[in-house]
């Protein structure tokens, strides 16, 4: 897409984050390959050179624009294993100045290499160079070249849960568990359960070990219950771990999810059971999906935070590869770990269909939003909780909080004329104000985390708030809380 004057100054007053990046020039072409490099192993990216790094535009002037484009080619072409191939657009300013905006396109050859053979990846606005093994097979993961898993253990066979792997050989295939080691093994290493080395593999320990948490304690789903709508740090009204085998770890979470839901009697006698107000599917797909789809490469558990107004699910990674909230929307998928895949096919876990887990859910229910958080590595699922299931004769009407307030509401909270308000607040700045309304004591780091901007452009943005007349910050440097001026 070509960049006008207008939506030049827009992406500016953005700020920079993992997919937009200021230059105010360009003089070290290492330095600019590792950008490009950094940008490829990603999903892409624009760079724009003559935008200062607080998102003022400078530009750069004329006679040294193509000099920079021969730096940006050297870049692409010499500096960058494999060579990439990148546009530019000299964008004009008033003064005659020029906007260089570099796009860079999500590497098909990852991952890309700097001159020096150093692979870089994005951090939010900022990059940073691959140190570990881990970081390594994240990428290869994300390249479609090594599935998470795969990954062999430390867990012998003999960690399985000999009557539930029985009981699955006999339902999916008529078939006996061998008697001998040997051909234990070779079976299990046949069925892609177990490495060359003789342990299980991680699909083997999440499927079928006795304790997979043993193994992999980090591998497991948490669910909380809080009062009221947000996160509190010492109430809530119901808590659980899950642990064992996915298909236990799967039925624990959906009875906790479904205990946690108001029941609607409707046209049932009061004795009946009722219905759930959000339809028990819904969370069988969502559960289903978090399972085989999160990120195993990631040390964190799966969560369940129910509050009055809605559910999350929260699972480490991101969206793998290209995808996007609207390609999962419309049933495109990418398999991140298709052993566990197949297996939930197998009758293992509820699964109906690649790709088809999000579509089912949303049509059952709309009221879904997602977020891919990729600067804190998860991915949520919001099931949104209404009245609207709850309404009719004999139903029981679920206690829930108000909605969140309306920009009506948000306006005069603020101590502003809403006639007057929204001309004089930039969108950004808004969506800043409502992460404080919803949390005074929230910080900088977690603000860029929620905005997915770098913190210097929070700080930016808080210091035009502050010199509007419209933030304060009271109290320490930490543990303070901000408060908004009337």
């Not at 140190?131 to 253990?153: G, I, V």
Request: glycine share 6%; hydrophobic share 40%; aromatic share 8%.
């Amino acid at each position: 897409m070509a960049f006008t004057l207008q939506r030049l100054r827009a992406e500016a007053a953005a700020g920079e984050d993992s997919s937009r990046q200021f230059k105010s020039k360009i003089t070290n072409v290492d330095a600019l390959a590792a950008e490009m490099a950094a940008f490829a192993n990603a999903s892409g990216g624009v760079i724009f050179i003559g935008v200062e790094d607080d998102g003022s535009i400078s530009g750069i002037p004329a006679k040294e624009v193509s000099a920079t484009n021969q730096l940006i080619s050297n870049a692409a072409s010499q500096h960058v294993r494999s060579p990439l191939n990148v546009q530019t657009q000299n964008i004009l300013l008033e003064d005659g100045n020029v906007v260089i905006a570099l796009t860079v396109p999500a590497g098909l050859d990852k991952p890309y290499f700097d001159r020096k053979g150093v692979i870089w990846l994005k951090a939010g606005a900022d990059k940073r160079r691959i140190n570990s093994k881990e970081e390594l097979r994240r990428l290869f993961q994300y390249t479609s070249q090594f599935h998470a898993d795969e990954l062999p253990t430390k867990a012998s066979i003999d960690k399985l849960d000999k009557l539930l792997f029985r009981d699955f050989l006999k339902k999916r295939y008529s078939s006996e568990f061998p008697d001998t080691h040997a051909e234990q093994l070779r079976l299990l290493q046949n069925l892609n359960l177990a490495a060359s080395d003789g342990n299980l593999n991680l699909a083997g320990v999440l499927l079928f070990a006795e304790q997979p948490e043993r193994v992999y304690p980090q591998f497991v789903a948490k669910g909380v219950r809080f009062p009221g709508l947000a996160i509190h740090a010492d109430r809530y009204d119901d808590s659980e771990d899950f642990e064992g085998p996915l298909s236990r770890l799967f039925k624990d979470a959906l009875a906790f999810v479904m205990r946690n839901l108001h029941k609607v009697q409707a046209d049932n006698g009061v004795n009946a059971p009722g219905t759930p107000e959000i339809p028990e599917r819904v969370f069988e797909e969502l559960l289903v999906n978090a399972l085989v789809h999160r990120d195993y490469l990631v040390s964190a558990p799966i969560r369940i935070f129910i509050f009055d107004d809605r559910v999350e699910i929260v699972s480490p990674g991101t969206l793998p590869n290209n995808l996007t909230i609207a390609n999962i929307k419309t049933g495109n998928s990418n398999i991140r770990n298709p052993i566990l895949i197949s297996y939930a096919a197998k009758g293992l876990l509820p699964y109906h269909g690649i790709g088809s887990g999000i579509v089912r859910a949303l049509g059952a229910w709309p009221d879904i939003d997602f977020e891919d958080d990729r600067e804190g590595s998860l991915f949520k699922a919001i099931v949104r909780r209404t009245r609207r299931v709850a309404e009719g004769a004999g139903a029981v009407a679920p206690e829930i909080a108000p909605e969140t307030p309306n920009l009506h509401q948000k306006q005069r909270f603020l101590g502003a004329n809403p006639h007057d308000f929204a001309p004089e607040i930039a969108p950004e700045l808004f969506a800043l104000l409502e992460r404080i309304i919803a949390n005074p004591r929230i910080t900088t780091a977690e603000l860029a985390g929620t905005l997915k901007v770098s913190r210097r452009t929070v700080l930016a943005r808080i210091t035009t708030l502050k010199e509007k007349g419209l933030l304060r910050r009271t109290g320490p440097s930490k543990g303070g809380k901000w408060e908004l001026i009337s």
